[in-house]
Nanobody
């Protein structure tokens, strides 16, 4: 019954900003951690940012200082604020979660992804 739904992707000019959202559907008991990955055409999937329940965060060197991951405890929703976008940021961004639903732990659990295209 659990699904991760990403939203907020689209076409943006270089230097622009987007905010991606990852909202679990269904009944969620607890979220231990969430993360954002991305995969550009012809490249391997890479970890962009992660956040633990306690609030600690990690970022890839390529996005550090431009991307910010956050988590809303009331909504069990993760966000990725992406600023100063560059063409090389173009990729499918996927949400990943470590969570509990109906007493079952899902780790990892993946969303289907949202496409971000950065082009003049």
């Amino acid at each position: 019954q659990v699904q991760l739904v990403e939203s907020g992707g689209g076409l943006v000019q270089p230097g622009g900003s987007l905010r991606l959202s990852c909202a679990p559907s269904g009944i969620i008991s607890r979220v231990n951690a969430m993360a954002w990955y991305r995969q550009a055409p012809g490249k391997e999937r890479e970890l962009v940012a992660s956040i633990a329940n306690g609030g600690s965060t990690n970022y890839a060197d390529s996005v550090k200082g431009r991307f910010t991951i956050s988590f809303d405890n009331a909504k069990n929703t993760a966000y990725l604020q992406i600023n100063s976008l560059k063409p090389e940021d173009t990729a499918v961004y996927s949400c990943n979660a470590d969570l509990y639903s109906y007493g079952v732990r899902y780790n990892p659990y993946w969303g289907k992804g949202a496409l971000v295209t950065v082009s003049p």
